[in-house]
């Protein structure tokens, strides 16, 4: 098996980004969802009304200097516009164990303040932020405590159906936090940039169009297996085939009935969980040693950050796969 490096990006193009956040935590705005609009001017962009995902409107006099996320998945819209949050949760296991965010973790702290099913009001309280981003399907028993900290706005937990149309797609998220902090320009410039190369991308993977591909990762005792939009999308994406309609969970069994052509493998590189699994189905499993994609040495590891659905994850996986595929 080749197992992959774990591509943090191009160093040139994190240091771009980088650049781009200044050297200290980097301020928030805000604006609106499906119903937001972006604003015509800097001089026009405050005060300015966000609604949020779930409907509700919220006034920010100005940009937001001390965001506190409470939502470890939208580390990766903030951050690729250059804005990084004065506190937040799940700092360990994302922000300094994601292969796309580590670079970040280097040079600029964030404050960790629990974990985000159960985040710590009391260092919250401790942070004074600005703004508080949380996500009302897991911390909306607790939205009455955090509005007595700091003005809260809900968030989607990435692209996901059932937020409006923006916070359905990846494009959409990132014009959410485009217009939530007041970045709509970079937000924009990020988009075109993605969708440039996912364009690059298709093209060079065209001759493996016809192939069928996996994301999955190895559980203990079965497989989950994800559908990132950016490599699946027929249109908006890179196209690739699947052997399966839907994410979920899968028996080896049932991977082996679908017979993939590649494995796109998770890798979470702050342990050895994952190639321990590996190796041990390397060495133990008929089932494993039978599929076309282990026979061929096509199975590839790649950072946990690109299953996630955020742009610097998703450049991680386009970028693996693009050399993968085209160095055979």
Not at 44 to 66: F, H, M, Q, S
């Amino acid at each position: 098996m080749k197992k992959l490096r774990v591509l943090i990006v191009s160093i040139s193009l994190m240091l771009g980004l980088l650049t781009g956040c200044g050297g200290a935590p980097a301020s928030n705005n805000a604006e609106v969802p499906s119903e937001n609009t972006p604003a015509a001017g800097e001089e026009a962009a405050w005060p300015r009304t966000y609604v949020d995902a779930v409907g509700n409107e919220i006034v920010l006099d100005k940009k937001p200097e001390r965001i506190a996320l409470l939502n470890f998945h939208n580390y990766e819209a903030i951050v690729a516009l250059g804005q990084i949050p004065v506190a937040a949760t799940d700092t360990e296991t994302v922000y300094k164990g994601w292969g796309s965010l580590i670079p970040y973790a280097e040079k600029f702290e964030i404050i960790d303040v629990g974990a985000t099913k159960a985040p710590n009001l009391e260092k919250l309280v401790e942070v004074n932020p600005d703004v508080i981003l949380y996500i009302d399907s897991t911390q909306g028993a607790i939205v009455e405590d955090l509005k007595k900290i700091a003005p809260v706005i809900a968030v989607a937990g990435g692209p996901i159906p059932g937020y409006g149309e923006n916070w359905s797609t990846w494009q959409g998220v990132i014009r959410e936090y485009g217009m939530m902090l007041g970045e709509e320009a970079k937000a924009e410039a990020e988009i075109a940039r993605l969708e440039g190369l996912l364009t690059d991308a298709k093209a060079k993977l065209a001759p493996d169009q016809d192939k069928t591909f996996v994301f999955i990762r190895l559980q203990e005792k079965d497989i989950y297996s994800w559908m990132p939009d950016f490599a699946f999308n027929p249109e908006k994406g890179i196209g690739l085939k699947s052997p399966y309609e839907k994410p979920g969970q899968l028996s080896l069994e049932s991977l082996a009935d679908l017979n993939p052509d590649f494995i796109i493998l998770y890798d979470e590189i702050t342990n050895t969980v994952d190639e321990d699994k590996l190796a041990d189905l390397n060495a133990n499993s008929s089932v494993w040693q039978s599929l076309t994609a282990v026979k061929a040495g096509q199975v590839i590891s790649v950072d946990r950050s690109a299953f996630s659905g955020g742009p610097l994850g998703m450049e991680i996986g386009i970028r693996a796969l693009v050399e993968e595929l085209t160095s055979k």
